[in-house]
C-alpha cells in the first residue's frame, strides 16, 4: 500500500470557454489552439483564437502607424485605448460562453473559424 493517490487518467483538457478566454492572453495560446487536434475541430474556441490573431494584427498596425510623430502617436494611444477595451469584452465574454464579435475583426474571425 503506497501514500502516493491513484493517478486520475488525463480529461479532454480545458472547457471551451476557458481556452476560448485564455486564447486572448496572447498571440501564442491563440495559435497553440488553432494548431492543436481537440481544440482546431471546436467553432466556439476557433474563434476565439482568430479573433485575437486578428486583434494582434491590428494592435501591430497601430505600432506601425505610431511611428508617425504627433499624429500618429494620438492615432496610436486613442487606437490601442479602443482596443483593450475591446480585448477585455473578449475575455470577459469569452469565459461566460459567449461569441462576442468585435466589430469589423469578428467578421474576419467568423469566417476563419467556420472555414
Request: hydrophobic residues 55%.
Amino acid at each position: 500500500m503506497s501514500d502516493f493517490p491513484t493517478p486520475v487518467p488525463a480529461s479532454s483538457g480545458l472547457s471551451d470557454n476557458s481556452a476560448g478566454a485564455l486564447a486572448y492572453v496572447t498571440i501564442i495560446p491563440a495559435i497553440i489552439f488553432l494548431v492543436m487536434e481537440p481544440y482546431n475541430r471546436n467553432p466556439f474556441i476557433k474563434f476565439h483564437a482568430w479573433q485575437n490573431v486578428f486583434l494582434c494584427l491590428c494592435m501591430f498596425v497601430l505600432g506601425v502607424i505610431g511611428i508617425i510623430p504627433i499624429l500618429g502617436w494620438l492615432v496610436l494611444f486613442l487606437g490601442m485605448i479602443v482596443l483593450f477595451i475591446f480585448w477585455l469584452l473578449a475575455i470577459i465574454n469569452a469565459y461566460k460562453g459567449v461569441m462576442y464579435k468585435i466589430p469589423v475583426i469578428g467578421n474576419f474571425a467568423e469566417k476563419q473559424a467556420n472555414s
